[in-house]
């Protein structure tokens, strides 16, 4: 199995996530087996993925049948069905799948999923959840936390720094951030630089400790 040039991903359960998941995987030009015990999901998907089958991967045998061994990277995207996502994340383990990710709808499911082998567990609900707490609370227009507090922020540029060149406003001693694009209104996003002059209106993407993220956008 070589990882790179392995363009094959497992998915099992084409709900929202595992459907999203994989209508994007396609689209950035990977091959996508799509599985799901409902004939109705997988017929959803059955004209945009590059294959689906219908069959409950809580069995073995049928799992092997669809050659699931065979795969680098599979993910699990059964979310309500906790014994069938347990058991599902369990065989792929068992079967020596390298990469599986699993998506997991609490804090304890992603716990048994991370003990039973699972190499990323993700809790796409609870994520979110942070995420948009931070664009309710505040000024900020998009926000993701890239890890325990490190934060990259979508915000206006504030009065602070218009018209003046980046280097010169020494955002980042003062302020603890890095300005890392800007977007003139009409055209795209584009690195920054020191010479970099923001204006009114222009939209910043800045990175740093959360706290001065957050603070920084309050700014704007
Ligand atoms: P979402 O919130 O992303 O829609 P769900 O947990 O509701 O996630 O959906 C997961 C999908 O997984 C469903 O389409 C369901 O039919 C499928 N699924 C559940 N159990 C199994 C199983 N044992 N084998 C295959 N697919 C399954």
Known sequence: RNK???????????????????????????????????PRRVQAYADSLTHTVVADTTDDEALRQLGAHEFTR??????????????TT??????????????????????ILQQIGAHNVVLPEHDMGERVAHLVSGRMLDYVEIEENFALGKTRAPKEIIGRRLGETRVRSAHGITVVSIKR?????????????????????????TDAVERFAELG
């Open 90 to 111: 369990s065989l792929l383990v068992d079967m020596g799948v390298p990469h599986i990710w699993a998506k997991a709808i609490s804090r304890r499911h992603g716990r």
């Open 185 to 209: 209104h009409g055209e795209a996003f584009t690195y920054a630089t020191t010479d970099t002059v923001p204006q009114k209106g222009d939209i910043i993407i800045v990175a740093g400790k």
């Open 74 to 87: 599979a993910v699990v995207a059964i979310g309500t069905h906790l014994e069938e996502s347990i058991l």
């Open 4 to 38: 790179t040039n392995d363009k094959r991903v497992l998915v099992i359960g084409l709900g929202r996530f595992g459907g999203s998941l994989s209508e994007e995987l396609v689209t950035h030009g990977w091959e996508v087996l799509g599985v799901d015990n409902n």
